[in-house]
């Protein structure tokens, strides 16, 4: 009995021993995978890819085909009005359901000028110094990664490194062994930034292709706690102009102030006609059919927002009060001015009446509201302020006739969508994610930004979700870009997780 107790004793300590050992193993093999990650991305990020340059995209969809097939993926592009859209999917089986991956390679327009390095297509690495960033050679990395240190460049967060994430993790895969339970495809979109005006017409030119039972967004930053994050939706957008007009050119303030009506403060009126004190918006009908119960108030007040530290990190004391609190606020449409102009100011300011003024808006949307629908409301607001509403520049007998004429013009409409918080999909990458970290996943109702995905949603007939993979202080769409390596290794454990993981 004794020795049967001994051996069991031995026989338990080598398990532990092979279990230490495979760990240490598999954290190494991680690193590894990292490290090659980095050097993959800087080749990525070394081929510009301005959403507004033609030659930038075919050049990056040359790089994707190499990539993908080195992985055993089937690849094509998909023609569109305009850019192709990339296209991958692995050797497929009747057996299996189907993830559907989208994630975008295109990029902002970059100022170089405002980076701290000489190109934002040259990625560089850096140490986190005294509240800043130091540059550093990427030789440090051979000794050892640290997961603080920081890669910059443009598109290193978005939307770049998550495709660098998933390649690396088939190669884990791949090298494991692994079957992966699903058929995966991807379609990977060359003109998110500039709104993807094609996608519609191209997702049903290519429905049979594109068929899956559920769809996965890797973009975006994950939640500011760290935490690993599902999105059940995003809000979606469209954009209007509108052009105050006055004197038909700048007058002289002397001779013509206090006379020439002024653009300037006709638009201010007329803006601030549109919110009250509190951020809400006062027209007519702008939050109709929003309903939060009990239960989606439950969600929403989940999320480990801090209300402090958010007005700390954007320095302002008190918040809007459009929603109790940050996640109850994204419930609701937005009316928000994202530029304003009138004139000349700062060291260039004259002494004139302006001719015109202009204010561009957004209008970010929820699934209960339409955007044609807001734009219309915007629009019998400012024909009730006295306005004669234009969509073009008045003629002088326009002028002429009307008191205050507006020109407006209107952007295309991107949809919001949002999937069940129950939907059997979410609760698989829910708990998934949670076994892989070992941590409560933070589960949002719906994120504030946009990605152009609806038509995937409204032509596929499948619930879809986002899990982002970056860190929350990335700088996407803004100078000095930048990835936490640390996300790397996130993203890769993620995608592995995801796709070696059977459905319940």
């Known amino acids: 009995m004794q020795f049967k107790k001994s051996m069991l004793k031995k026989i338990f300590i080598v398990i532990i021993l092979m279990c230490t050992s495979l760990s240490a193993q598999d954290s190494v093999l991680l690193k590894s995978k990292v490290r090659h990650s980095i050097d993959e991305l800087k080749e990525f990020i070394a081929i510009p890819n301005d959403a507004l340059v033609a030659d930038h995209i075919t050049d990056n969809l040359l790089w994707l085909k190499k990539k993908f097939i080195e992985r055993g993926f089937n690849t094509t592009e998909l023609e569109t009005a305009n850019h192709p859209l990339f296209f991958a999917a692995l050797p497929m089986e009747d057996t299996k359901p189907t993830v559907l991956l989208y994630m975008h390679f295109d990029g902002q327009s970059v100022d170089p000028s405002k980076w701290n390095q000489s190109s934002p297509y040259e ?15 990427f030789d440090e990395l051979d000794a050892d990664i640290n997961y603080d240190y920081r890669i910059f460049g443009r598109s290193t967060s978005d939307d770049k490194g998550p495709i660098v994430m998933f390649l690396n993790a088939i190669d884990l895969l791949k090298k494991g062994g692994k079957e ?21 017409e191209a997702v049903k030119q290519y429905r049979e292709l594109l068929e899956a039972d559920f769809l996965v967004i890797t973009d975006g930053p994950v939640h500011p706690s760290g935490k690993p994050t599902v999105v059940y939706g995003c809000r979606g957008i469209t954009t209007m102009s509108l052009t105050t007009h006055g004197p038909i050119k700048p007058q002289h303030s002397g001779h013509y102030g206090n006379y020439a009506p002024n653009p300037g403060f006709q638009l201010a009126q007329l803006l601030a006609s549109m919110k009250d004190s509190d951020g809400k918006v006062l027209i007519p009908g702008y939050y109709d059919g929003i309903n939060l119960n009990e239960e989606v108030t439950e969600v929403l007040k989940s999320v480990p927002d801090d209300a402090e530290a958010i007005s700390q990190r954007l320095a302002f004391k008190s918040a809007e009060k459009v929603g109790g609190f940050y996640q109850e606020a994204l419930q609701y449409p937005s009316l928000n001015i994202r530029g304003l102009g009138s004139g000349w100011v700062g060291k260039k300011a004259r002494t004139i009446v302006p001719a015109t003024a202009t204010a561009e808006l957004d209008l970010r949307l929820v699934p209960e509201s339409d955007g044609n629908r807001l734009k219309k409301l915007v629009k019998k607001h400012i024909e009730q302020q006295g306005f004669t509403v234009l969509d073009h520049t008045p003629t002088k007998e ?20 949002r ?52 860190n929350p202080d990335n700088n996407q769409h803004s100078p000095n870009e930048n990835l936490r390596i640390g996300q790397i290794a996130y993203g890769i454990q993620t995608f592995y997780a995801l796709l070696s993981t059977k459905l319940p």
Do not use: C
């Open 123 to 137: 990625m560089v690495l850096k140490k986190p110094v005294d509240g800043g960033f130091e540059t550093i050679p």
């Open 180 to 200: 992966m339970p699903f058929n995966v495809k991807v379609v990977l979109d060359g003109e998110e930034e500039k709104g993807s005006k094609p996608l519609p």
């Open 398 to 417: 326009e002028r002429m006739t009307f008191d205050k004429p507006i020109t407006i013009t209107e952007g295309s409409v991107t949809d919001a969508f």
């Open 419 to 470: 999937t069940d918080l129950t939907n059997s999909y979410g609760d698989f990458l829910v708990n998934t994610m949670q076994q892989t970290f070992n941590e409560e996943v933070v589960q949002i109702r719906i994120m504030g930004g946009t990605v152009p995905i609806t038509p995937f949603i409204n032509e596929l007939k499948i619930p879809a979700f986002i899990v982002p993979m970056v």
